[in-house]
Antibody
Framework: QVQLQESGPGLVKPSQTLSLTCTVSGGSITSSGYYWSWIRQPAGKGLEWIGRIYGSGSTHYNPSLKSRVTISEDTSKNQFSLKLTSVTAADTAVYYC????????????WGHGTLVTVSS | QSALTQPPSASGSPGQSVTISCTGTSSDVGGYNFVSWYQQHPGKAPKLIIYEVNQRPSGVPDRFSGSKSVNTASLTVSGLQAEDEADYYCSSYAGNYNLVFGGGTKVTVL
Protein backbone atom coordinates (compact mmCIF):
# COMPACT_ATOMS: atom_id res chain seq x y z
CA GLN A 1 0.00 0.00 0.00
CA VAL A 2 1.49 3.30 -1.11
CA GLN A 3 1.42 6.09 1.44
CA LEU A 4 2.32 9.75 1.01
CA GLN A 5 3.00 12.27 3.77
CA GLU A 6 3.45 15.99 3.32
CA SER A 7 5.70 17.98 5.63
CA GLY A 8 6.92 21.55 5.90
CA PRO A 9 6.26 24.91 7.54
CA GLY A 10 2.65 25.79 8.14
CA LEU A 11 3.29 29.52 8.01
CA VAL A 12 5.18 31.44 5.34
CA LYS A 13 5.64 35.19 5.10
CA PRO A 14 4.53 37.07 1.98
CA SER A 15 7.16 37.30 -0.75
CA GLN A 16 9.07 34.35 0.69
CA THR A 17 9.37 30.80 -0.63
CA LEU A 18 7.02 28.00 0.33
CA SER A 19 8.82 24.67 0.66
CA LEU A 20 7.14 21.31 1.19
CA THR A 21 8.32 17.72 1.06
CA CYS A 22 6.37 14.56 0.32
CA THR A 23 7.71 11.31 1.73
CA VAL A 24 6.56 8.19 -0.08
CA SER A 25 6.41 4.75 1.50
CA GLY A 26 5.26 1.45 0.11
CA GLY A 27 6.62 2.21 -3.34
CA SER A 28 9.58 3.84 -5.04
CA ILE A 29 9.31 7.24 -6.70
CA THR A 30 11.63 5.88 -9.38
CA SER A 31 9.18 3.15 -10.39
CA SER A 32 8.27 3.44 -14.01
CA GLY A 33 4.73 4.40 -14.90
CA TYR A 34 4.14 6.92 -12.15
CA TYR A 35 4.37 10.64 -11.80
CA TRP A 36 4.35 12.38 -8.44
CA SER A 37 2.22 15.49 -8.23
CA TRP A 38 1.43 18.45 -6.05
CA ILE A 39 -2.14 19.73 -5.84
CA ARG A 40 -3.54 22.50 -3.68
CA GLN A 41 -6.92 23.58 -2.38
CA PRO A 42 -7.69 26.98 -0.85
CA ALA A 43 -10.20 26.83 1.97
CA GLY A 44 -13.70 26.30 0.65
CA LYS A 45 -12.50 26.19 -2.94
CA GLY A 46 -11.64 23.69 -5.61
CA LEU A 47 -8.52 21.73 -6.45
CA GLU A 48 -5.65 23.12 -8.49
CA TRP A 49 -2.94 20.97 -10.01
CA ILE A 50 0.48 22.53 -9.43
CA GLY A 51 2.84 20.17 -11.21
CA ARG A 52 4.47 16.76 -11.30
CA ILE A 53 7.81 15.00 -11.45
CA TYR A 54 8.72 11.69 -13.03
CA GLY A 55 11.27 9.31 -11.56
CA SER A 56 13.76 10.37 -14.19
CA GLY A 57 13.54 13.91 -12.90
CA SER A 58 11.49 15.35 -15.75
CA THR A 59 8.85 17.85 -14.65
CA HIS A 60 5.61 19.41 -15.90
CA TYR A 61 4.01 22.49 -14.39
CA ASN A 62 0.65 24.25 -14.44
CA PRO A 63 1.22 27.14 -16.86
CA SER A 64 -0.40 29.59 -14.43
CA LEU A 65 2.20 28.78 -11.76
CA LYS A 66 5.16 27.73 -13.89
CA SER A 67 7.21 30.88 -13.31
CA ARG A 68 7.18 30.36 -9.52
CA VAL A 69 7.25 26.56 -9.12
CA THR A 70 10.05 24.03 -8.86
CA ILE A 71 9.46 20.36 -8.13
CA SER A 72 12.45 18.20 -7.35
CA GLU A 73 13.19 14.75 -5.97
CA ASP A 74 15.54 13.03 -3.56
CA THR A 75 15.55 9.41 -4.63
CA SER A 76 17.81 8.38 -1.75
CA LYS A 77 15.07 9.42 0.67
CA ASN A 78 12.16 8.49 -1.61
CA GLN A 79 10.91 12.07 -1.38
CA PHE A 80 9.86 14.79 -3.76
CA SER A 81 9.57 18.45 -2.96
CA LEU A 82 7.76 21.63 -3.93
CA LYS A 83 9.12 25.15 -3.92
CA LEU A 84 6.82 28.07 -4.66
CA THR A 85 8.46 31.47 -4.74
CA SER A 86 7.15 34.97 -4.10
CA VAL A 87 4.08 33.77 -2.23
CA THR A 88 1.06 35.91 -1.45
CA ALA A 89 -2.10 35.36 0.57
CA ALA A 90 -3.60 33.76 -2.52
CA ASP A 91 -1.21 30.86 -2.07
CA THR A 92 -2.76 29.98 1.30
CA ALA A 93 -4.16 26.49 0.85
CA VAL A 94 -4.05 22.86 1.83
CA TYR A 95 -1.29 21.30 -0.23
CA TYR A 96 -1.56 17.64 -1.23
CA CYS A 97 0.96 15.33 -2.78
CA UNK A 98 -0.39 12.49 -4.90
CA UNK A 99 0.65 9.64 -7.16
CA UNK A 100 -0.22 10.31 -10.78
CA UNK A 101 -0.51 7.42 -13.24
CA UNK A 102 1.68 8.32 -16.18
CA UNK A 103 -0.09 8.56 -19.54
CA UNK A 104 -3.46 7.91 -17.88
CA UNK A 105 -3.69 11.11 -15.86
CA UNK A 106 -5.42 10.25 -12.62
CA UNK A 107 -4.40 10.31 -8.98
CA UNK A 108 -4.80 7.04 -7.14
CA UNK A 109 -2.99 7.75 -3.87
CA TRP A 110 -3.04 11.02 -1.95
CA GLY A 111 -1.38 12.38 1.13
CA HIS A 112 -3.52 13.74 3.94
CA GLY A 113 -2.64 17.31 3.01
CA THR A 114 -0.91 20.09 4.89
CA LEU A 115 -2.21 23.60 5.47
CA VAL A 116 0.14 26.39 4.50
CA THR A 117 -0.84 29.91 5.50
CA VAL A 118 0.83 32.93 3.95
CA SER A 119 0.79 35.75 6.46
CA SER A 120 3.12 38.22 8.05
CA GLN B 1 -6.35 27.05 -18.97
CA SER B 2 -9.76 27.44 -17.32
CA ALA B 3 -11.30 25.23 -14.71
CA LEU B 4 -13.91 22.76 -15.87
CA THR B 5 -17.48 23.84 -15.10
CA GLN B 6 -19.47 21.94 -12.51
CA PRO B 7 -22.76 22.89 -10.83
CA PRO B 8 -22.05 24.10 -7.30
CA SER B 9 -24.60 21.78 -5.75
CA ALA B 10 -26.79 18.75 -6.34
CA SER B 11 -29.09 16.78 -4.10
CA GLY B 12 -31.27 13.72 -3.87
CA SER B 13 -33.10 11.57 -1.40
CA PRO B 14 -31.75 8.23 -0.21
CA GLY B 15 -32.16 5.62 -2.90
CA GLN B 16 -32.48 8.17 -5.68
CA SER B 17 -29.91 9.02 -8.34
CA VAL B 18 -28.00 12.23 -8.83
CA THR B 19 -25.97 13.21 -11.88
CA ILE B 20 -23.22 15.81 -11.87
CA SER B 21 -21.98 17.42 -15.07
CA CYS B 22 -18.48 18.57 -15.87
CA THR B 23 -18.21 20.80 -18.92
CA GLY B 24 -14.99 21.60 -20.68
CA THR B 25 -13.86 22.16 -24.25
CA SER B 26 -12.49 20.20 -27.15
CA SER B 27 -9.04 20.92 -25.72
CA ASP B 28 -9.67 18.95 -22.55
CA VAL B 29 -12.78 16.88 -21.84
CA GLY B 30 -13.74 16.55 -25.48
CA GLY B 31 -10.26 15.82 -26.70
CA TYR B 32 -9.21 12.96 -24.45
CA ASN B 33 -10.68 10.03 -22.57
CA PHE B 34 -8.75 11.04 -19.48
CA VAL B 35 -11.57 12.30 -17.30
CA SER B 36 -11.50 11.30 -13.66
CA TRP B 37 -13.73 11.97 -10.67
CA TYR B 38 -12.85 12.40 -7.00
CA GLN B 39 -14.96 12.30 -3.85
CA GLN B 40 -13.92 14.48 -0.94
CA HIS B 41 -15.42 14.38 2.52
CA PRO B 42 -14.87 17.39 4.82
CA GLY B 43 -11.33 17.57 6.13
CA LYS B 44 -10.22 14.58 4.09
CA ALA B 45 -8.10 14.10 1.00
CA PRO B 46 -9.88 13.47 -2.30
CA LYS B 47 -10.53 9.84 -3.22
CA LEU B 48 -10.49 8.53 -6.79
CA ILE B 49 -13.86 7.07 -7.78
CA ILE B 50 -13.78 7.11 -11.60
CA TYR B 51 -10.89 7.23 -14.06
CA GLU B 52 -10.67 7.24 -17.85
CA VAL B 53 -14.27 8.46 -18.11
CA ASN B 54 -16.04 5.34 -16.86
CA GLN B 55 -13.61 3.02 -15.08
CA ARG B 56 -14.03 2.27 -11.38
CA PRO B 57 -11.06 1.51 -9.15
CA SER B 58 -11.23 -1.64 -7.11
CA GLY B 59 -13.39 -1.15 -4.04
CA VAL B 60 -15.55 1.65 -5.45
CA PRO B 61 -19.23 0.62 -5.47
CA ASP B 62 -20.88 0.17 -8.85
CA ARG B 63 -23.40 2.80 -7.77
CA PHE B 64 -20.86 5.24 -9.15
CA SER B 65 -20.69 5.50 -12.93
CA GLY B 66 -19.19 7.89 -15.42
CA SER B 67 -19.84 8.89 -19.00
CA LYS B 68 -18.92 11.51 -21.55
CA SER B 69 -20.61 13.22 -24.47
CA VAL B 70 -18.65 15.65 -26.62
CA ASN B 71 -17.26 18.23 -24.16
CA THR B 72 -19.27 17.22 -21.09
CA ALA B 73 -18.50 14.41 -18.69
CA SER B 74 -21.00 13.18 -16.13
CA LEU B 75 -20.89 11.31 -12.85
CA THR B 76 -24.01 9.46 -11.73
CA VAL B 77 -24.49 8.21 -8.21
CA SER B 78 -27.32 5.70 -8.09
CA GLY B 79 -29.06 4.48 -4.96
CA LEU B 80 -27.86 7.47 -2.95
CA GLN B 81 -26.66 6.70 0.53
CA ALA B 82 -25.92 9.01 3.44
CA GLU B 83 -22.18 8.45 3.08
CA ASP B 84 -22.31 9.76 -0.50
CA GLU B 85 -22.79 13.27 0.87
CA ALA B 86 -19.51 14.93 -0.11
CA ASP B 87 -17.85 17.22 -2.60
CA TYR B 88 -17.13 15.79 -6.03
CA TYR B 89 -14.48 17.03 -8.44
CA CYS B 90 -13.84 16.15 -12.05
CA SER B 91 -10.52 16.48 -13.78
CA SER B 92 -9.31 16.13 -17.32
CA TYR B 93 -6.08 16.01 -19.24
CA ALA B 94 -5.75 19.29 -21.11
CA GLY B 95 -2.90 18.53 -23.50
CA ASN B 96 0.75 19.55 -23.29
CA TYR B 97 1.16 17.63 -20.04
CA ASN B 98 -1.42 19.84 -18.31
CA LEU B 99 -4.34 18.83 -16.15
CA VAL B 100 -7.36 20.82 -15.09
CA PHE B 101 -9.93 20.29 -12.32
CA GLY B 102 -13.55 21.31 -12.08
CA GLY B 103 -14.75 23.74 -9.43
CA GLY B 104 -16.48 20.99 -7.45
CA THR B 105 -20.06 20.00 -6.70
CA LYS B 106 -21.45 19.57 -3.21
CA VAL B 107 -23.84 16.63 -3.10
CA THR B 108 -26.44 16.68 -0.34
CA VAL B 109 -28.45 13.62 0.62
CA LEU B 110 -31.82 14.93 1.70
Amino acid sequence: QVQLQESGPGLVKPSQTLSLTCTVSGGSITSSGYYWSWIRQPAGKGLEWIGRIYGSGSTHYNPSLKSRVTISEDTSKNQFSLKLTSVTAADTAVYYCARDIADRVFFDYWGHGTLVTVSS
Amino acid sequence: QSALTQPPSASGSPGQSVTISCTGTSSDVGGYNFVSWYQQHPGKAPKLIIYEVNQRPSGVPDRFSGSKSVNTASLTVSGLQAEDEADYYCSSYAGNYNLVFGGGTKVTVL
